[in-house]
């Protein structure tokens, strides 16, 4: 078996030729800059997206708290839908509380929390420092991906851990001579994360190339012919064979 492995973590373009005593493989980038590319398909979006959940949660969900001595009840309470809100009037503005009994199964008790969505203008100040944040997590990931692809154990690691184990889910095509179109076999769309695949009989004898390669195509509005758009996470692969195969067959395994 012959095996070659890229440099850069990132979806190639892949060729295979038989036509030789040996397979030759190659490979190629769709980007002028592969590693700009490799880059962006290796920022670990959960460190934003978790983050952002985080203070999403810790905004909006209710804190339970003790209510400020200073501050005097200024409304009854407000009952909407089965909770009770309390405003207070305190040095620093109106702040709303909300009363929980112990049928409120989302909280451990009864007693008073404070209530983040009906309060007063200094809690959305305070909110103004969440995009801080998160152009701080995003500044963190994007430097956490650059050094990833420069790391010799990454780029051998990260296919293995996309491909996943023999139990992943995977798609299964077979082709025999009855379905074969002419002298070519596709698998029209995959995401260009695995190619797996086997021949027996004339599917041997008769492959030639296999070759791997991005959608694109040219936008076209209002009748003019617009940019090249390309794909780089939606790929086809040919089998190419010297004549249609007799007998035999060709599995293929993607994702």
């Given at each position: 078996m012959i095996k070659k492995e890229g440099k850069i973590p990132v979806n190639a373009r892949v060729d295979v030729d038989y036509t030789g005593k040996t397979p030759k493989i190659d490979f190629g980038y769709i980007d002028k800059n592969p590693k700009k590319e490799a880059v962006a398909q290796n920022k670990m979006g959960w460190i934003v997206l978790s983050?952002?959940?985080?203070?999403?949660?810790?905004?909006?969900?209710?804190?339970?708290?003790?209510?400020p001595k200073s501050c005097v009840i200024s409304q009854e309470s407000d009952k909407q839908g089965g909770i009770e809100y309390y405003?207070?009037?305190?040095?620093?503005?109106?702040?709303?509380?909300?009363?929980?009994?112990?049928?409120?199964?989302?909280?451990?008790?009864a007693g008073f929390y404070?209530?983040?969505?009906?309060?007063?203008?200094?809690?959305?100040?305070?909110?103004?420092?969440?995009?801080?944040?998160i152009i701080?997590?995003?500044?963190?990931?994007?430097?956490?991906?650059?050094?990833?692809?420069?790391?010799?154990?990454?780029?051998?690691?990260i296919p293995k851990k996309r491909a996943g184990g023999k139990n992943k889910r995977?798609?299964?095509?077979?082709?025999?001579?009855?379905?074969?179109?002419?002298?070519?076999?596709?698998?029209?769309?995959?995401?260009?994360?695995?190619?797996?695949?086997?021949?027996?009989?004339?599917?041997?004898e008769q492959l030639t190339h296999i070759k791997i390669r991005e959608y694109k195509h040219y936008k076209y509005k209002k009748q003019k012919v617009g940019k090249l758009k390309v794909d780089?996470?939606?790929?086809?692969?040919?089998?190419?064979?010297?004549?249609?195969?007799?007998?035999?067959?060709?599995?293929v395994f993607y994702q």
């Open positions: 983050g952002f959940l985080i203070m999403m949660i810790w905004a909006f969900f209710p804190h339970p708290v003790d209510i405003k207070f009037d305190c040095d620093n503005g109106e702040i709303y509380y909300s009363f929980f009994d112990n049928s409120n199964s989302y909280f451990n008790g404070f209530s983040t969505i009906k309060t007063n203008p200094n809690f959305w100040r305070k909110m103004l420092i969440f995009p801080l944040l701080l997590l995003f500044i963190i990931e994007l430097i956490v991906a650059k050094w990833l692809v420069r790391q010799p154990w990454y780029v051998k690691w995977k798609k299964y095509m077979k082709f025999t001579p009855d379905n074969l179109e002419e002298n070519v076999a596709v698998i029209p769309q995959f995401c260009n994360v695995e190619l797996e695949y086997a021949t027996k009989g004339d599917f041997s780089n996470m939606t790929w086809y692969a040919v089998f190419y064979f010297k004549n249609k195969p007799k007998d035999g067959h060709l599995e």
